[in-house]
């Protein structure tokens, strides 16, 4: 079966960085458009960033020229370099594989930025 198995969250202060990797096994990863997701308590599941099959990257506003999406497609692996980290960032973040109506979820990572 489909696995998405993320890896790099912790504790960070702000102003930090961290590194999320996301490596998918059992899928034709070059295929998919890979996508990074937040879900902070008692909200809703939210895009952070995706990157298209072709490597075009797409950005929250809230998160638009500190974090950057990355893809390779030998290793299957996604990652999020998130840089000048900010409290609101605290989440547990998802990765997703996406094809047409196709989709798979990564089981999360936390991230907590302290102030």
């Known amino acids: 079966q489909v696995q998405l198995v993320e890896s790099g969250g912790g504790l960070v202060q702000t102003g930090g960085s961290l590194r999320l990797s996301c490596v998918a096994s059992?899928?034709?990863?070059?295929?998919?458009?890979m996508g990074w997701y937040r879900q902070a308590p008692g909200n809703q599941r939210e895009l952070v960033a995706i990157i298209s099959s072709s490597g075009s990257p797409t950005y929250a506003d809230s998160v638009k020229g500190r974090f950057i999406i990355s893809r390779d497609n030998v290793k299957n692996t996604v990652s999020l370099q998130m840089n000048s980290l900010k409290p609101e960032d605290t989440a547990v973040y998802y990765c997703?594989?996406?094809?047409?109506?196709?989709?798979?979820w990564g089981q999360g990572t936390q991230v907590t930025v302290s102030s």
């Open positions: 997703n594989a996406k094809r047409y109506s196709t989709g798979y």
């Open positions: 059992r899928i034709t990863f070059s295929v998919y458009a």
